[in-house]
């Protein structure tokens, strides 16, 4: 788990949800936020991708590297491009989803990261299958081991 504040103890991976192993220091953007400086913020930040919330941080976007990337190769100019004209449909868990849920649906959608929102669709945090692994290091070692 990267900078999250709650840690597992003894609970075993299959009874946690996102709640206990997401990311709750969320970098995201709002629409109107130009490509560039999304894309200076991931390559800095070193993270794939970042959510794009409205005003009342409800989530509505994700732009990816993948984005970024595929916009540049086009020959199109980031500094005049919008997070509203690239960004995808997000793919989000609730924080009641189960690890193990979030892990397949990860896997059968080749992603790296996901959303967690509460239930009126605000963000809420981040779950990577980083913290998924590190929740089942976490079981088998104990949380003294990091």
Known sequence: MRKNDLKMGAKPLRQTTALDLMER?????????????????????????????????????????????????????VTNLSAEEIMKHPHAV???????????????????????????NRLVGMVARRDLLNGYLEELLGPSCF
């Open 25 to 77: 220091a969320v970098v995201f953007f709002k629409k109107e936020t130009k490509c560039d400086a999304i894309l200076s913020c991931m390559v800095n930040g070193n993270f794939g991708s970042v959510p794009v919330v409205d005003d009342e941080m409800r989530l509505i976007g994700i732009v990816s590297e993948y984005d970024l990337l595929d916009a540049l190769l086009t020959g199109v100019d």
């Open 94 to 120: 609730s924080i009641d989803c189960p690890a193990l849920e979030i892990g397949r649906f990860i896997q059968q959608n080749h992603l790296i990261r996901l959303p967690v929102v509460d239930r009126d």
